[in-house]
């Protein structure tokens, strides 16, 4: 069993940047993929980014390449997602997720743990 918990949300102006957070529970997280998705208000929850459980491969969606960044650190559960240059349709409900295979973040929105959400706000 996996729990997320995600923060660092909030509003910053057009060309900002923004770190969230994720914490993890449980004694396998170095053993399962993680990933972020969004959900903009009227839109369908979508695929940000996703790194392997060692952390040598990430993966994004090209609306985000080069601007935002996902690691992690195993010995302290956590993923983040760095995102530089935001721009207002960044403006999204940013989910953390994990699931065993990157292959399931990358390619569906049924991941095996969901986090909450957190808030984030790009203003024009």
């Known amino acids: 069993q996996v729990q997320l918990v995600e923060s660092g949300g909030g509003l910053v102006q057009a060309g900002g940047s923004l770190r969230v957070s994720c914490a993890a529970s449980?004694?396998?997280?170095?053993?399962?993929?993680m990933g972020w998705f969004r959900q903009a208000p009227g839109k369908e929850r979508e695929f940000v980014a996703a790194?392997?459980?060692?952390?040598?491969?990430?993966y994004y969606t090209d609306s985000v390449k080069g601007r935002f960044t996902i690691s992690r650190d195993n010995a302290k559960n956590t993923v983040l997602l760095q995102m530089n240059s935001l721009k207002p349709e960044d403006t999204a409900i940013y989910y953390c997720?994990?699931?065993?295979?990157?292959?399931?973040?990358?390619?569906?929105?049924?991941?095996?743990?969901w986090g909450q959400g957190t808030q984030v706000t790009v203003s024009s």
């Open positions: 790194i392997s459980w060692s952390g040598s491969n990430t």
């Open positions: 449980g004694r396998t997280f170095s053993s399962y993929a």
């Open positions: 997720a994990a699931d065993p295979y990157t292959i399931v973040l990358r390619t569906t929105t049924t991941p095996d743990y």
